[in-house]
């Protein structure tokens, strides 16, 4: 079993819809939890991250951590086309600033 | 731009040779990744760095080696490359241990 599963998807929404991707980790040791974006052929870029359980939100995006359950979300308000590209989660104990990475997510917004 | 050069940005190369992968920091960030990236297997881990002459494995470091005698170049060196080691190859940095920094990544093709 991954240490981080993600559903692959492909996941299809109309513009302006909310947008829902989630993991689940197994790594009790994880403290950090992050969403990464991946354009079509580029490098993935950091978009959020949240340390143990909890909320956090930046613009139209939150990030949600349940520790108790090992799920990991990220919600995406007010869908652009501009948010069309593939979503990566990561964990991390810290301690060796290693990530683990689930398998992503490609998420289309359709205008 | 994340401060992260590879080279070269693409590559073509036959069964058996030897090829080297080049990333280059213009921080001075202690750790340093590789990473390769295939459909269906998402990033893996090959090695890392924690500091100049400090290298050790990650998920999939078979048929790979490094070497980081200066802090901002950490290069990947394919000693006799195998058509399985096609694939994208991303190198990353990270300042903090929920942050890591990729490259443009480089593309591999072995025929």
């Known amino acids: 079993q991954k240490e981080v599963e993600q559903d692959p998807g492909p996941l299809s929404v109309p513009e302006g819809a909310i947008v829902s991707l989630n993991c689940t980790y197994s790594?009790?040791?994880?403290?950090?939890f992050m969403w990464y974006r991946q354009y079509s052929r580029k490098g993935p870029e950091l978009l959020m991250y949240?340390?143990?359980?909890g909320n956090k939100e930046d613009g139209r995006f939150t990030a949600q951590v349940d520790k108790s359950s090992k799920y990991i979300s990220l919600f995406i308000r007010d869908s652009q086309p501009s948010d069309s590209a593939t979503y990566l989660c990561?964990?991390?104990?810290?301690?060796?600033?290693?990530?683990?990475f689930g398998k992503g997510t490609l998420l289309t917004v359709n205008p | 731009d994340a401060g992260i050069t590879q080279s070269p940005r693409y590559k073509i190369t036959e069964t058996g040779r030897q090829v080297t992968l080049m990333c280059h920091q213009t921080?001075?960030?202690?750790?340093m990744f590789w990473y390769r990236q295939d459909l269906g297997h998402g990033l893996r881990l090959i090695y890392y760095?924690?500091?100049?002459?400090?290298?050790d494995k990650g998920e999939v470091p078979d048929g790979y080696v490094v070497s980081r005698s200066k802090t901002e170049n950490f290069p990947l060196t394919l000693e006799s490359a195998t058509r399985s080691q096609t694939s994208v190859y991303f190198c990353?940095?990270?300042?903090?241990?929920?942050?890591?920094?990729f490259g443009p990544g480089t593309r591999l093709t072995v025929t």
């Open positions: 760095s924690a500091a100049a002459d400090i290298t």
């Open positions: 790594n009790s040791a994880f403290q950090y």
């Open positions: 990561a964990g991390s104990g810290g301690s060796n600033y290693k990530l683990t």
């Open positions: 990353a940095i990270s300042p903090k241990p929920y942050e890591q920094y």
């Open positions: 949240t340390y143990s359980s």
């Open positions: 921080w001075s960030h202690s750790y």
